[in-house]
Nanobody, 120 residues
Framework: VQLVESGGGLVQPGGSLRLSCAAS????????MGWYRQVPGSERELVAA???????NYADSVGGRFTISRDNAKDTVYLQMISLKPEDTAVYYC???????????????WGQGTQVTVSS
C-alpha cells in the first residue's frame, strides 16, 4: 500500500491550502482516513479524520477552519485548510486503515509527509 501526499507549501497567515492523499496498490477496502501533523520535538497529533461513511472529527484547534473530505472511488482524502495560522506550521501526514488484498484485518498505513509552513 502506498499513500502519496501533495499540496503542502509556504503560505501567508490567513491563507489557504488544500492537501491531497491518494492511496494505491493492493487495496481491497479503506476504512478510516485521517490527517496528522507533527512539529519537531512534539508528538504527532490528529488533525482530522473521516470514516468510509463520511463521519468526521476534528482537533479543537482546527475546527471551523479545516475540512476533511474523501473520494472513495479514488481512494483519496483531502484536507482543505483556510485561515491558516503560524501555529499550523508542521509536517502533515496522511493515514489510512486499509484492508489489503492479502489481509483479513485493517492495518494502518502512513504517507511520507508534506511540509506546511505558515509565515509572512
Amino acid at each position: 500500500v502506498q499513500l502519496v501526499e501533495s499540496g503542502g507549501g509556504l503560505v501567508q497567515p490567513g491563507g489557504s491550502l488544500r492537501l491531497s492523499c491518494a492511496a494505491s496498490r493492493n487495496i481491497l477496502r479503506i476504512n478510516r482516513m485521517g490527517w496528522y501533523r507533527q512539529v519537531p520535538g512534539s508528538e504527532r497529533e490528529l488533525v482530522a479524520a473521516i470514516t468510509s461513511g463520511g463521519s468526521t472529527n476534528y482537533a479543537d484547534s482546527v475546527g471551523g477552519r479545516f475540512t476533511i473530505s474523501r473520494d472513495n472511488a479514488k481512494d483519496t482524502v483531502y484536507l482543505q485548510m483556510i485561515s491558516l495560522k503560524p501555529e499550523d506550521t508542521a509536517v502533515y501526514y496522511c493515514n489510512a486503515a486499509v484492508r489489503t488484498l492479502y489481509s483479513v484485518d485493517y492495518y494502518p498505513f502512513w504517507g511520507q509527509g508534506t511540509q506546511v509552513t505558515v509565515s509572512s
